[in-house]
């Protein structure tokens, strides 16, 4: 009862499903308990067909055959043994006490398989298997069933609901047991792939029970007789992919019928309850014998008789006047069918795929329909126009249709429209209530748009190349597409002009329109814009726009601009090197990029100042038309961080340091004409306190002024001085030529030192964290100590110092060191927090000396520097793992042993004469 009550706890805690894993689960470990409790089999089924040879017909062990049967397809031999081991399992494995309702609804969601494995577990869960409830549906195809077994099976399951039997030796198998069947409540037989004789078709009719009748892929009879099929209560036939000369079917409740691809050539049908006939890919059944099939089904409502070539007009027509309910058509590839003269008032679905008939012309047999829900119209060549008025047409489709050139629809509830690959359609015309979404995309000559449907919301009208501006009037307000919110327009290159007024539109793409030289859009709630590829605009407005970032830097050709965006936040023109007029009005916007417009002027700068006083970051690089009139204007904006001028032709920095008190980057890139008196508000005045970044690359700053700058704005965390002539060494020692204005450390010595420091408390160290001098080709020396106090120096990148000779850092947190040729991500450095020396191609380098401890990787690639210098410097980086020495002519292989010994943390080393040494 203990396990019986953990199972209701499972059932509450975990449901049904659960339960229904643990009992698989279970079984699975059962089934392996009976396997192994019995040493000798009595018989053993077969892993793909379940050969029943072996097996007894006894009373008793009758339902071990039906779960014998029904899980020998589970590719595992089964010693079913006798009932001892099924006592020897109930001793060996812990009994399931639960109530057989329990196990009843249990069982009720497991497939035939598992229930097979169920059963061996106990004799209370083979008892519950067995329960006729879960065997209505058996499947006997390609089984080595006998036909004592079947008959004993239906004799014991009078509920069985569907039966399958197929192979070459099922007929036999059905004929012996077809008197079974007639004591079986079943609904459904079904058959495949073997000789079913004209004597079973005899006995069918005393299968009083039988509502449903499948047989596939068989030949009926002896190929050329005639095949009568003759059931009172047959609701449902199908005789699919058979070969037979003639049939008859007399079937006074049958409702459905197919004879899909069964080759004969005559087919007499006496079914007056018929509702559903598939007769497609009768090749052989000519026009004569379809008509008079399908005229004697008065009740028929749905008619597939697609690839059935000899179908005429005149047949259609007596169907129209026999057949009054007729609701579905299927007529694809019937060449001769044009419906010219056919009337079909009921039909809803109406398909005619690769109709050669098709024409025109047949659009009024069409329009006679005015039931109609769905009209395929793929593969019809010779149609050139489609007109309908259908006042129910939900669903049309028209592929591959290579004439088809008009297109006119009036159906307002249409909801679903498919035109692809028409190369000639040039005009459409659509009005509909319920269409939501309209795809066209690749029609070459659509010229011509009309739309007035009041529920569209996208439309794709993608590289249809020819449609000219005259399709933006079709969306703009009171255009007949009152809430449209999606438009693509993408590779349209007809388009030049571009002008929307709307109010619904949210997404525009107007990708891949390299011909549209002007734009302008009234759309306040647009969202989205895509301007990729418009490389020829030239005057673009956007007053009122509802988006929140605009790039148009990839508008090289932009001159004229206007933006009224009230939600914005970020602008981009970077690029526009033609662009001169500019009215920015963005009261939300932070981030403006103006890189290389070379057009724009000090007035520009002012008027966007005054209407965007929310700017953080500006930046004007290459902008040489930028003066100190349009640098005053910074003062409008309070909250400006970021400062690019960088290739500008500066020659005063005054109007920055008044105006920009919150600026915390200034990047002076390349500004030639700024003179050695422009910085020394900066480390003399104090200007600019909120500086944390500065960028005076390839600048003509003299060295004087540099080394005061870097000694007096303590505050500084990035500098970069890259490619600037006038560095010559980087000598922050306490030698002669030493700055006098750099601060000193406090009380810290060198681990390796014995001298002693004077202590200097009064000076606060350093915050510079980053400092770049990349392609300085006069540096020699870079002399860093201790007392330097840069404490906070996590980067420092001499890389391209072709002359560099000594190398002397000490530095408790530098986490990189460069002096190769290359670029490291600050942000990687920073998390990683771990030192990568790279003195890679600095061939004049032969003095190396480092006390950096967090240093784990050190690059010497073709530096002049020799084994000695390279062991001093290894013995003080206690936790390096990775040494690079390759192409280092004074260093030889055979000193790598000693270089590890000297610095036991070594995990990789790196030589010209092996790629790795362990």
Known sequence: MLVGQQFYRIIEKCGVLMLIIIIIFFCSGAHSAIAGSSNVGKSSASAEHGDYNDIQGSSVRSSDDALRLMSSDEGSNFDEGNDSDIANVDDQVAKMDLTDDLLHMVFSFLDHSNLCKAARVCNQWRTASAHEDFWKSLNFEDRNISVEQFEDICRRYPKIATIRLSGPSSYQLVMKAVSSLRLVASSALTLGRGNIMDSFFHALADCSMLRRLSINDAVLGSGIQEISVNHDRLCHLQLTKCRVMRIAVRCPQLETMSLKRTNMAQTVLNCPLLQELDIGSCHKLPDSAIRSAVTSCPQLVSLDMSNCSCVSDETLREIAQNCAHLSFLDASYCPNVSLETVRLPMLTTLKLHSCEGITSASMAAIAYSSMLEVLELDNCSLLTSVSLDLPRLQNIRLVHCRKFADLNLMTLTLSSILVSNCPVLHRINITSN???????????????????????????????????????????????????????????????????????????????????????????????????????????????????????????KLSTLSIEAPYMVSLELKGCGVLSEAFINCPLLTSLDASFCSQLTDDCLSATTVSCPLIESLILMSCPSIGSDGLRSLFCLPNLTVLDLSYTFLVNLQPVFDSCLQLKVLKLQACKYLTETSLEPLYKGGALPALQE?????????????????????????????????????????????????????????????????????????????????????????????????????????????????????????????????????????????????????????????????????????????????????????????????????????????????????????????????
């Open 694 to 918: 500065l960028d005076l690359s390839y600048g003509t700053f003299s060295q004087s002024a540099i080394d005061e700058l870097l000694a007096c704005c303590t505050s500084l965390t990035h500098v970069s001085l890259n490619g600037c002539l006038n560095m010559h060494d980087l000598n922050w020692g306490c030698s002669c030529g030493q700055s006098k204005n750099l601060p000193a450390a406090n009380t810290l010595s060198r681990a390796s030192s014995n001298e002693n420091i004077p202590e200097s408390s009064e000076q606060s160290p350093r915050l510079l964290q980053n400092l770049n001098c990349v392609g300085c080709p006069n540096i020699r020396k870079v002399v860093i100590p201790l007392r330097a106090n840069c404490c906070h120096l996590l980067i420092l990148n001499l890389s391209l110092s072709a002359n560099l000779k000594e190398v002397d850092v000490t530095c408790l947190n530098l986490c990189f060191l460069n002096l190769r040729y290359g670029w490291v991500c600050d942000k990687c450095v920073l998390v990683s927090i771990r030192l990568i020396s790279d003195i890679c191609n600095c061939s004049s380098l032969e003095i190396l000396k480092l006390e950096c401890p967090r240093l784990t990787s050190l690059f010497l690639q073709s530096c002049n520097v020799d084994e000695e210098a390279v062991e001093a410097a290894i013995s003080k980086c206690n936790i390096l793992e990775t040494l690079d020495v390759r192409f280092c002519p004074k260093i030889s292989s055979m000193s790598m042993g000693r270089l590890r010994t000297i610095c036991s943390s070594l995990k990789r080393i790196f030589s010209s004469w092996s790629t790795l040494l362990p």
């Open 434 to 556: 319920s269409l939501q979404k309209l795809t066209i995309p690749k029609q070459d000559s659509l010229t011509t748009l009309a739309l007035q449907c009041q529920s569209l919301q996208e439309v794709d009208l993608s590289e249809c190349e020819s449609l000219n501006n005259s399709v933006c009037n079709v969306f703009n307000d009171g255009g007949g597409c009152p809430v449209l919110k999606s438009l693509i327009l993408d590779n349209c290159e007809s388009l030049t002009s571009v002008q929307f007024i709307s109010t619904s539109l949210i997404c525009l793409s107007l990708g891949g329109c390299r011909a549209i030289t002007n734009l302008d859009l009234t759309c306040p709630n647009l969202e989205k814009l895509v301007l990729d590829g418009c490389d020829h605009l030239e005057r673009a407005s956007f007053c009122p726009v509802g988006l929140s970032s605009l790039n148009l830097g990839i508008c090289p």
